[in-house]
Antibody, heavy 127, light 109 residues
Framework: QVTLKESGPALVKPTQTLTLTCTFS??????????MGWIRQPPGKALEWLAR???????FYNTSLETRLTISKDTSKNQVVLSLTNVDPVDTATYYC???????????????????WGQGILVTVSS | EIVMTQSPATLSVSPGERVTLSCRAS??????LAWYQQKPGQAPRLLIY???TRATGAPARFSGSGSGTEFTLTISGLQSEDFAVYFC???????????FGQGTKLEIK
């Protein structure tokens, strides 16, 4: 059974660094082709992908936030960590940890989707 | 950057009806599209991937179709538990970017 759970502060002050941890079970991030990511959703708004980390430690970021984001993993603890620096009230959102699955279309092109999600953690940025 | 547009923003329907939600991409996605359902206070749940493959546990009344730039999610025989927000999602290979539509909210008529 795959489970993911986010943890971290509920309230962060502007200009501080937000650090979130995802603790997961039911699979290993050391397995070939395993990938995980973070997505956020401001209240009442759409979803925004933030970052991805792969089994081989490749990392990818949303280019609009790349300078402020860092993703890392601790495979011994089954954890993925996301840091967001210099937060602002616009960063107020529910942050989700996800597992990323992949498949191929009929012509062999690769695509990805988010097959398991954590429950999310609401982070408010306010002084 | 590929822009995803969902329509309509809100749809009022009655239980038992058949409903079709639309997702349009600004560039061709081939069949690289997923659909998610989100209920209030919950995380999104994967329904469809690869435009038309139902995810494990997704009820058979949910079906996806389309390719290129036009995609649809059809729910046949709406159940009370289907009233939620539905998002479509695409993957762009380089630079890696996953983007979502703005969502369609299904509400009870």
């Amino acid at each position: 059974q795959v489970t993911l759970k986010e943890s971290g502060p509920a309230l962060v002050k502007p200009t501080q660094t937000l650090t979130l941890t995802c603790t997961f079970s039911g699979f290993s991030l050391t397995s070939d082709r395993m990938r995980m990511g973070w997505i956020r959703q401001p209240p009442g708004k759409a979803l925004e992908w933030l970052a991805r980390i792969d089994w081989d430690d490749d990392k990818f970021y949303n280019t609009s936030l790349e300078t402020r984001l860092t993703i890392s993993k601790d495979t011994s603890k089954n954890q993925v960590v996301l840091s967001l620096t210099n937060v602002d009230p616009v960063d107020t959102a529910t942050y989700y940890c996800t597992r990323i699955a992949h498949s191929y279309d009929s012509d062999g092109f690769l695509f990805y989707y988010f097959d398991f999600w954590g429950q999310g953690i609401l982070v408010t940025v306010s002084s | 950057e590929i822009v995803m547009t969902q329509s309509p923003a809100t749809l009022s329907v009655s239980p038992g009806e058949r409903v079709t939600l639309s997702c349009r991409a600004s560039q061709s996605l081939r069949s690289n599209l997923a659909w998610y359902q989100q209920k209030p206070g919950q995380a999104p749940r994967l329904l469809i991937y690869g435009a038309s493959t139902r995810a494990t546990g997704a009820p058979a009344r949910f079906s996806g179709s389309g390719s290129g730039t036009e995609f649809t999610l059809t729910i046949s025989g709406l159940q009370s538990e289907d009233f939620a927000v539905y998002f479509c999602q695409q993957y762009n290979s380089w630079p890696p970017l996953y983007s979502f539509g703005q969502g369609t909210k299904l509400e009870i008529k």
